[in-house]
């Protein structure tokens, strides 16, 4: 169980690092997890948040014509699987539980954005699949149907990129008694107006919002930054990290008390405000960093 990694009961201490992704440098980016890991145990943290895409950088929004057909090989792989494979050594190595950001996930024919939270010795322990999708991502990716809420003692709802577009979803986590919303910013400059959303979500429903955003790196040059940010259940943004500063930000979340189960659950009424949803607002746009 979570609790187990927990060095106070009453508390879970995240650290939500500020990280700079070098673009398609997988094995860079897992030896950066590496340092921030062992810099977030050093203060104190039971689980860290690692940013959308952290293993690869923003590979989709890079994906035109004829390069749809290499897509799945290059940057597409199993969970379990190769970087999942890796956050798990980190885990151990640490022992700390990881809710990593979303990687490209292979399943059979057709591709996903998951999200994972994975634990020493367990590995992955759950899932979230990307349920509202971009235009770009609509030729590549197949959409979730599933709310998921991560426990690590404390519950956290998790909303993946332009999830954060649809209300409802983040509405229905929190009556499903959720203690804090997290919120993978999708690394795109499109995403850098949508702030004020992450705010009404934590107003709207009363919760904790964690908006894990990153910095973009290509050729040693920072190309893209979207902030990361904490923001309390009244709308104040109490820690936010921004002008290309990596910086790891602590935040203590009191446990309820009670013990509860992680849930992964298909609400039927989701479906059909997602179907709504896609038949009456065109697909979110793309704009390329």
Do not use: W
Not at 262 to 269: A, H
Request: with cysteine; charged share 25%; glycine share 6%.
């Amino acid at each position: 169980m979570a609790e187990q990694y927990f060095t106070d009961s009453s508390k879970l201490i995240i650290a939500v690092p500020h990280m700079r992704i070098k673009y398609r440098m997988k094995r860079h980016n897992i030896d950066k997890v590496d340092k921030i890991a062992m810099q977030s145990r050093a203060k104190g943290s039971n689980l860290i948040i690692l940013p959308s895409q952290f293993n690869l950088g923003p590979v989709i929004d890079g994906v035109t014509g004829n390069a749809l057909k290499d897509f799945k090989k290059t940057y597409a792989e199993r969970i379990p699987g190769q970087t999942t494979n890796m956050l798990t050594s980190i885990a151990e190595k640490y022992n700390l539980l990881i809710a990593a950001g979303p990687i490209i996930e292979r399943a059979g024919p057709r591709l996903f954005l998951s999200s994972t939270l994975i634990a020493p010795f367990s590995g992955v322990i759950n899932r979230h699949r990307k349920i509202v999708l971009s235009d770009i991502e609509q030729q590549i990716l197949s959409p979730g149907h599933e709310l998921t809420i991560y426990d690590a003692g404390v519950r956290m709802g998790i909303l993946i990129e332009d999830d954060v577009m649809l209300p409802e979803i983040a509405h229905i986590l929190s009556f499903m008694d959720i203690d804090i919303l997290v919120i993978y910013q999708r690394l795109n400059k499109q995403f850098s107006r949508y702030k004020c959303l992450l705010v009404s979500r934590a107003i709207e429903n009363n919760s904790y919002v964690i908006g894990v955003g990153g910095i973009v790196s290509y050729n040693n040059e920072d190309i893209l930054e979207i902030p990361s940010m904490i923001i309390d259940p009244e709308g104040n943004i109490v820690d936010e990290v921004r002008d290309f500063e990596e910086r790891i930000s602590i935040i203590e979340i009191e446990k309820k008390g009670t013990k509860r189960k992680s849930v992964k659950k298909d609400i039927p009424i989701l479906k059909k405000i997602i179907s709504y949803y896609r038949k009456t607002i065109p697909a979110v746009s793309n704009n390329s960093y």
